[in-house]
């Protein structure tokens, strides 16, 4: 009854792959615990490390999970679009409802 964690860096090597740093082997049960886990140190996105597959060693067949990792924070900025005149714009007032914007093609 263990879990299987494969710790690897984010960066690519002079080679183009990416390099396995450790992996360990913890004694527990709660497999479910360790995804969680798993999944929140890998949104630390200022550690050059991540870990990319947990794997529970006690199934038949062996069942492992895969993750992926934050890169960088995800910040989105708000926009805004501005007309001098908005019934003489091409947009209008709002872009998202723009006749001029909806696609004529049929696919």
Same mark, same amino acid.
């Given at each position: 009854?263990?879990?299987?964690?494969? *710790?690897?860096?984010?960066? *690519?090597?002079?080679?183009?792959?990416?390099?396995?740093?450790?992996?360990?082997?913890?004694?527990?049960?709660?497999?479910?615990?360790?995804?969680?886990?798993?999944?929140?140190?890998?949104?630390?996105?200022?550690?050059?490390? *991540?870990?990319?597959?947990?794997?529970?060693?006690?199934?038949?067949?062996?069942?492992?999970?895969?993750?992926?990792?934050?890169?960088?924070?995800?910040?989105?900025?708000?926009?805004?679009?501005?007309?001098?005149?908005?019934?003489?714009?091409?947009?209008?007032?709002?872009?998202?409802?723009?006749? *001029?914007?909806?696609?004529?093609?049929?696919?």
């Amino acid at each position: 009854m263990s879990i299987e964690i494969k *710790y690897m860096y984010k960066k *690519y090597n002079e080679f183009g792959y990416k390099e396995t740093e450790s992996i360990q082997q913890v004694r527990t049960k709660d497999y479910s615990k360790y995804i969680a886990k798993a999944k929140t140190y890998n949104q630390d996105y200022e550690n050059e490390l *991540y870990i990319s597959e947990v794997r529970d060693l006690s199934q038949t067949p062996r069942h492992t999970t895969c993750l992926g990792y934050t890169a960088v924070p995800n910040e989105l900025k708000e926009v805004r679009l501005k007309a001098r005149d908005l019934k003489h714009s091409s947009l209008g007032g709002n872009a998202f409802q723009c006749i *001029y914007l909806i696609p004529t093609l049929e696919f």
